[in-house]
Protein backbone atom coordinates (compact mmCIF):
# COMPACT_ATOMS: atom_id res chain seq x y z
CA UNK A 1 0.00 0.00 0.00
CA UNK A 2 1.18 3.23 -1.23
CA UNK A 3 2.25 5.75 2.15
CA UNK A 4 3.56 8.96 2.48
CA UNK A 5 3.40 10.72 5.90
CA UNK A 6 4.25 14.65 5.95
CA UNK A 7 5.87 15.90 9.38
CA UNK A 8 7.69 18.96 10.32
CA UNK A 9 4.89 21.47 10.18
CA UNK A 10 4.99 23.93 13.09
CA UNK A 11 3.89 27.93 13.69
CA UNK A 12 6.99 30.13 12.53
CA UNK A 13 7.49 34.02 12.30
CA UNK A 14 7.91 35.22 9.33
CA UNK A 15 11.59 35.69 8.14
CA UNK A 16 12.33 31.80 9.47
CA UNK A 17 12.69 28.49 8.31
CA UNK A 18 11.15 25.16 8.90
CA UNK A 19 12.25 21.83 7.03
CA UNK A 20 9.41 19.75 5.65
CA UNK A 21 10.06 15.68 5.56
CA UNK A 22 7.46 13.12 3.82
CA UNK A 23 8.45 9.60 4.65
CA UNK A 24 7.35 7.09 1.75
CA UNK A 25 6.42 3.36 1.52
CA UNK A 26 4.78 0.73 -0.86
CA UNK A 27 6.19 1.79 -3.53
CA UNK A 28 9.93 2.31 -5.53
CA UNK A 29 10.86 5.60 -3.67
CA UNK A 30 13.95 6.26 -6.23
CA UNK A 31 12.10 5.18 -9.50
CA UNK A 32 9.46 7.95 -9.04
CA UNK A 33 9.25 12.01 -9.18
CA UNK A 34 8.03 13.06 -6.26
CA UNK A 35 6.28 16.40 -5.50
CA UNK A 36 4.96 19.36 -3.03
CA UNK A 37 1.93 21.10 -3.18
CA UNK A 38 0.30 23.18 -1.03
CA UNK A 39 -3.45 24.89 0.26
CA UNK A 40 -3.61 28.13 2.05
CA UNK A 41 -6.60 27.65 4.69
CA UNK A 42 -9.89 27.94 2.34
CA UNK A 43 -8.28 27.43 -0.86
CA UNK A 44 -7.18 25.92 -3.63
CA UNK A 45 -4.42 23.67 -4.29
CA UNK A 46 -0.94 25.17 -5.47
CA UNK A 47 1.88 22.79 -6.66
CA UNK A 48 5.09 23.80 -5.20
CA UNK A 49 7.79 21.97 -6.59
CA UNK A 50 8.84 18.69 -7.86
CA UNK A 51 12.12 16.66 -7.97
CA UNK A 52 12.92 13.78 -10.57
CA UNK A 53 14.27 10.36 -9.97
CA UNK A 54 17.86 10.69 -9.47
CA UNK A 55 18.32 8.61 -13.09
CA UNK A 56 16.53 11.47 -14.72
CA UNK A 57 18.96 14.21 -13.74
CA UNK A 58 18.00 17.77 -14.85
CA UNK A 59 16.68 20.69 -12.83
CA UNK A 60 14.05 20.31 -9.45
CA UNK A 61 11.53 22.74 -11.07
CA UNK A 62 9.64 25.37 -8.38
CA UNK A 63 6.61 27.65 -8.56
CA UNK A 64 7.79 31.34 -9.21
CA UNK A 65 6.29 32.38 -5.57
CA UNK A 66 8.66 30.12 -3.88
CA UNK A 67 11.80 30.24 -6.06
CA UNK A 68 15.15 30.94 -4.34
CA UNK A 69 13.50 30.38 -0.87
CA UNK A 70 12.42 26.41 -0.67
CA UNK A 71 14.51 23.71 -2.01
CA UNK A 72 13.71 20.30 -2.25
CA UNK A 73 15.72 17.14 -1.69
CA UNK A 74 15.63 13.46 -1.59
CA UNK A 75 17.12 10.75 0.27
CA UNK A 76 16.66 7.48 -1.66
CA UNK A 77 18.04 5.50 0.73
CA UNK A 78 15.51 6.04 3.41
CA UNK A 79 12.91 6.88 1.25
CA UNK A 80 12.75 10.38 2.36
CA UNK A 81 11.67 13.45 0.44
CA UNK A 82 12.55 16.99 1.59
CA UNK A 83 10.78 20.42 1.56
CA UNK A 84 13.54 23.36 3.09
CA UNK A 85 12.05 26.24 3.40
CA UNK A 86 13.50 29.83 3.86
CA UNK A 87 12.86 33.22 3.94
CA UNK A 88 8.94 32.46 5.48
CA UNK A 89 6.22 34.77 4.08
CA UNK A 90 2.97 35.33 6.15
CA UNK A 91 1.00 34.27 2.01
CA UNK A 92 3.47 30.55 2.83
CA UNK A 93 0.49 29.78 5.10
CA UNK A 94 -0.80 26.31 4.08
CA UNK A 95 -1.04 22.63 4.40
CA UNK A 96 1.61 21.36 2.44
CA UNK A 97 1.25 17.10 0.78
CA UNK A 98 3.77 15.34 -0.62
CA UNK A 99 2.57 13.90 -3.71
CA UNK A 100 3.97 11.20 -6.14
CA UNK A 101 2.77 10.12 -9.69
CA UNK A 102 2.84 5.94 -10.45
CA UNK A 103 2.23 5.87 -13.72
CA UNK A 104 -0.73 8.18 -14.57
CA UNK A 105 -0.21 11.52 -13.19
CA UNK A 106 2.31 13.15 -11.22
CA UNK A 107 -0.10 13.32 -8.45
CA UNK A 108 -1.32 9.84 -8.33
CA UNK A 109 -1.28 9.30 -4.46
CA UNK A 110 -0.96 12.42 -1.77
CA UNK A 111 0.17 12.35 1.86
CA UNK A 112 -2.46 13.96 4.82
CA UNK A 113 -0.30 16.78 4.97
CA UNK A 114 1.40 19.10 7.69
CA UNK A 115 0.63 22.33 8.76
CA UNK A 116 2.63 25.12 8.14
CA UNK A 117 1.53 28.37 10.18
CA UNK A 118 3.76 32.20 9.43
CA UNK A 119 3.00 34.71 11.92
CA UNK A 120 4.32 36.90 13.63
CA UNK B 1 1.77 28.97 -17.29
CA UNK B 2 -1.33 27.40 -18.09
CA UNK B 3 -4.45 28.79 -16.64
CA UNK B 4 -7.46 26.09 -15.34
CA UNK B 5 -10.64 27.97 -15.17
CA UNK B 6 -13.30 25.69 -13.83
CA UNK B 7 -17.47 26.07 -13.82
CA UNK B 8 -19.60 26.45 -11.88
CA UNK B 9 -17.50 27.92 -8.77
CA UNK B 10 -20.63 25.80 -6.58
CA UNK B 11 -23.23 23.25 -7.85
CA UNK B 12 -25.80 21.95 -5.80
CA UNK B 13 -27.59 18.58 -7.24
CA UNK B 14 -30.39 16.55 -5.67
CA UNK B 15 -29.23 12.86 -4.72
CA UNK B 16 -29.64 10.57 -7.76
CA UNK B 17 -29.91 13.09 -10.50
CA UNK B 18 -26.47 13.98 -12.58
CA UNK B 19 -23.69 16.66 -11.78
CA UNK B 20 -21.49 18.39 -14.41
CA UNK B 21 -18.14 20.41 -13.89
CA UNK B 22 -16.35 21.82 -16.61
CA UNK B 23 -13.09 22.49 -17.28
CA UNK B 24 -11.59 24.78 -19.65
CA UNK B 25 -7.68 25.40 -20.07
CA UNK B 26 -5.71 28.28 -21.67
CA UNK B 27 -4.07 26.25 -23.85
CA UNK B 28 -3.90 22.39 -25.10
CA UNK B 29 -3.31 19.66 -23.12
CA UNK B 30 -2.81 17.20 -25.53
CA UNK B 31 0.35 15.12 -25.76
CA UNK B 32 0.92 13.88 -29.29
CA UNK B 33 4.05 11.68 -29.01
CA UNK B 34 0.78 9.41 -27.00
CA UNK B 35 -1.75 10.68 -28.12
CA UNK B 36 -3.30 11.46 -24.55
CA UNK B 37 -4.98 14.80 -22.60
CA UNK B 38 -3.23 15.49 -20.05
CA UNK B 39 -5.63 16.73 -17.81
CA UNK B 40 -6.71 15.29 -14.57
CA UNK B 41 -9.67 15.51 -12.06
CA UNK B 42 -9.34 15.34 -7.87
CA UNK B 43 -11.65 15.03 -5.22
CA UNK B 44 -11.63 16.56 -1.94
CA UNK B 45 -13.32 16.35 0.97
CA UNK B 46 -13.15 18.03 4.34
CA UNK B 47 -10.18 17.72 6.05
CA UNK B 48 -9.15 15.17 3.53
CA UNK B 49 -6.33 15.16 0.89
CA UNK B 50 -6.98 15.24 -2.84
CA UNK B 51 -7.80 11.91 -4.53
CA UNK B 52 -7.67 11.46 -8.09
CA UNK B 53 -10.49 10.48 -9.78
CA UNK B 54 -9.37 10.70 -13.45
CA UNK B 55 -6.57 10.81 -15.66
CA UNK B 56 -5.84 11.39 -19.00
CA UNK B 57 -8.85 13.40 -19.63
CA UNK B 58 -11.31 9.99 -19.32
CA UNK B 59 -9.78 7.23 -17.35
CA UNK B 60 -10.93 6.44 -13.89
CA UNK B 61 -8.57 5.76 -11.64
CA UNK B 62 -8.32 2.31 -9.51
CA UNK B 63 -11.12 2.37 -7.08
CA UNK B 64 -12.95 4.73 -8.36
CA UNK B 65 -17.05 4.63 -8.86
CA UNK B 66 -18.17 4.19 -12.34
CA UNK B 67 -20.66 7.14 -11.80
CA UNK B 68 -17.67 9.21 -12.20
CA UNK B 69 -16.36 9.88 -15.92
CA UNK B 70 -14.83 12.38 -18.03
CA UNK B 71 -14.86 13.53 -21.43
CA UNK B 72 -13.47 16.18 -23.68
CA UNK B 73 -10.64 17.25 -25.58
CA UNK B 74 -8.09 19.93 -26.49
CA UNK B 75 -9.17 22.54 -24.24
CA UNK B 76 -12.80 21.57 -23.32
CA UNK B 77 -12.94 19.09 -20.33
CA UNK B 78 -16.17 17.72 -18.97
CA UNK B 79 -16.74 15.40 -14.93
CA UNK B 80 -19.96 14.04 -14.64
CA UNK B 81 -21.60 12.34 -11.89
CA UNK B 82 -24.07 10.42 -12.89
CA UNK B 83 -25.85 10.07 -9.98
CA UNK B 84 -25.14 12.18 -7.43
CA UNK B 85 -24.56 10.03 -4.12
CA UNK B 86 -24.24 11.98 -0.10
CA UNK B 87 -20.48 10.69 -0.02
CA UNK B 88 -19.92 12.68 -3.39
CA UNK B 89 -20.44 15.81 -1.40
CA UNK B 90 -16.52 17.24 -2.03
CA UNK B 91 -14.52 20.13 -3.84
CA UNK B 92 -13.55 18.82 -7.34
CA UNK B 93 -10.34 20.00 -9.07
CA UNK B 94 -9.35 19.54 -12.94
CA UNK B 95 -5.53 19.93 -13.27
CA UNK B 96 -3.28 19.76 -16.47
CA UNK B 97 0.15 17.87 -16.39
CA UNK B 98 1.27 18.32 -19.69
CA UNK B 99 2.92 21.41 -18.81
CA UNK B 100 5.26 22.69 -16.01
CA UNK B 101 4.41 24.49 -13.75
CA UNK B 102 1.28 21.60 -13.48
CA UNK B 103 -1.70 23.80 -12.61
CA UNK B 104 -5.00 23.44 -10.92
CA UNK B 105 -8.54 24.83 -11.76
CA UNK B 106 -9.72 26.82 -8.60
CA UNK B 107 -12.12 23.81 -7.72
CA UNK B 108 -16.04 23.36 -8.32
CA UNK B 109 -18.07 22.92 -4.15
CA UNK B 110 -20.76 20.11 -5.20
CA UNK B 111 -23.13 19.93 -2.47
CA UNK B 112 -26.42 17.96 -1.95
CA UNK B 113 -30.03 20.52 -3.15
Known amino acids: EVQLVESGGALVKPGGSLRLTCAAS????????MSWIRQAPGKGLEWVGRIKRMSDGGPIDYAAPVRGRFTISRDDSSNTLFLQMNSLKIEDTAVYYCSTGLGHTDNDFWGQGTLVTVSS | DIVMIQSPEFLAVSLGERATINCKSS????????????LGWFQQKPGQPPRLLIYGASTRAYGVPDRFSGSGSGTDFTLSISSLQAEDVAIYYC?????????FGPGTKVDIK
Open chain 2, 95 to 103: QQYVSTPPT
Open chain 2, 27 to 38: QSVFYSPNNRHY
Open chain 1, 26 to 33: GFSFSDTW
